[in-house]
């Protein structure tokens, strides 16, 4: 059985979906736990808007096919969902972890948007690229500001440390 490139497209849908959507999860859960680092806060905030939207592009691409989006946890999210185990274990440098893993799934979203917008003109999708290419633009803003915030993130963490207090979050 030969894939054809609608078919291929509907994947690539489905998993950089699957991806936003872990995004989100992954996000809140660090603005509900931070105390310490208001600018990763602000950062992550503006970034789940943006990724409400982000999810909402795709979704939009896959209705106009008469598709929908997976609600199955695939192998594609598990790779993801190791990456940011790290930040599950509750420890004293848990902020630097968050820090590392962020700027680690900001690019792996880089990544997926860059063959998406390619996999969408193999499927005749061209329309679908403007949106898409504005989830890729945000996406590099965000790792970009993700990767500003980790020498600051760090100093803080470093002297919450030193002085004897919580800096974990
Ligand atoms: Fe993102």
């Not at 192998?75 to 274990?89: C, K, P, Q």
């Not at 403007?130 to 945000?138: A, D, K, V, Y």
């Amino acid at each position: 059985m030969s894939l054809d490139a609608r078919a291929i497209y509907v994947t690539a849908l489905r998993n950089t979906h699957a991806v936003e959507m872990q995004a989100l999860q992954i996000m809140e859960r660090q603005i509900e736990r931070l105390q310490h680092y208001p600018e990763m806060e602000e950062a992550l905030r503006r970034h789940v808007e943006e990724t409400h939207g982000q999810r909402q592009r795709l979704e939009d691409a896959l209705s106009s096919l008469a598709e929908s989006p997976s609600t199955l946890k695939e192998g594609f999210l598990g790779f993801v969902g190791n990456l940011m185990a790290l930040g599950h274990v509750p420890a004293q440098d848990e902020i630097l972890k968050n820090a590392y893993a962020n700027h680690a799934f900001e690019n792996f979203e880089i990544a997926a948007y860059e063959s998406l917008l390619v996999i969408a003109d193999a499927a005749g999708q061209g329309g679908h690229t403007t949106g898409f290419r504005q989830s890729l633009r945000e996406e590099e803003a965000m790792a970009a500001r993700v990767r500003e915030l980790v020498a600051p993130t760090t100093r803080r963490y470093l002297d919450l440390t030193l002085a004897g207090d919580k800096a974990d979050r």
